[in-house]
């Protein structure tokens, strides 16, 4: 079936240093969502991509949808300590939609 | 409060009891979702309906049974549990759309019913 792998599984920065997650999938996804688990939380939705390259910025967040639509990147600028959570990505196969196993992002401050 | 509700937020409970976890959308969805999240493992998509029709059932035992009364009301009933089912459960709606685009399937969770099986 569809997987989708999403590395590293855990990153422990600084806080004021970047992050960066990744996503991949073997086959074309028609779309790619980005969540955020925050500690004791539930999944929030973040942002959608659809088009091939696209990339969207939400603040310190940048969002990017690979050209071949198989990957996707979350990177954010200058961690503080409120990005700390699990970020989620998941890929949409025709109307499936499929959770790559997350990153959890911890800042020491 | 994501206009997802969920209730109990906590249940524990033995192999050999039965209980329903209850799920409540005010978002005027199409669609609506149970998911299982274990430690370590990725969101599993364990049932969904759209229109109040089941179209995946995600090869889930049967201790756990679902029921879609109409689209703002979904429930899990379990029974029987074993200990591996403890998990957070999540329940999700959302608007169902076909566009040139692709089908948009953003999902809005419910806060979850922390299960732990005895």
């Known amino acids: 079936g569809q997987q989708v792998m999403q590395i590293p599984q855990y990153q422990h920065v600084q806080e004021g240093e970047d992050f960066t997650t990744y996503c991949n999938s073997s086959t074309t996804l028609s779309n790619i969502q980005w969540y955020k688990q925050r500690p004791g939380g539930h999944p929030v939705f973040l942002i959608q991509?659809?088009?091939?390259?696209e990339v969207k910025k939400q603040k310190r967040l940048t969002f990017q949808f690979g050209e071949a639509k198989k990957n996707s990147s979350l990177h954010i600028t200058a961690t503080q300590t409120t990005d700390v959570g699990t970020y989620f990505c998941?890929?949409?196969?025709?109307?499936?939609?499929?959770f790559g196993a997350g990153t959890i992002l911890r800042v020491k401050s | 409060e994501t206009g997802v509700t969920q209730t109990p937020r906590h249940l524990v409970m033995g192999m050999t009891n039965k209980k329903s976890l209850k799920c409540e959308q005010h978002l005027g969805h199409n669609a609506m979702y149970w998911y299982k999240q274990s430690a370590k493992k990725p969101l599993e998509l364990m049932f969904v309906y759209n229109f109040k029709e089941q179209t995946e059932n995600n090869s889930v035992p049967s201790r756990f049974s679902p029921e879609c009364p109409n689209s703002s009301h979904l429930f899990l009933h379990l029974h029987t549990l074993q200990p591996e089912d403890s998990a957070l459960y999540l329940c999700?709606?959302?608007?169902?759309?076909?566009?040139?685009?692709?089908?948009?399937?953003?999902?809005?969770f419910g806060s979850g019913t922390q299960l732990s099986v005895l």
């Open positions: 999700a709606s959302s608007q169902v759309l076909r566009s040139s685009r692709g089908t948009n399937e953003k999902l809005f």
């Open positions: 991509l659809v088009k091939s390259g």
């Open positions: 998941a890929g949409l196969y025709g109307n499936k939609l499929v």
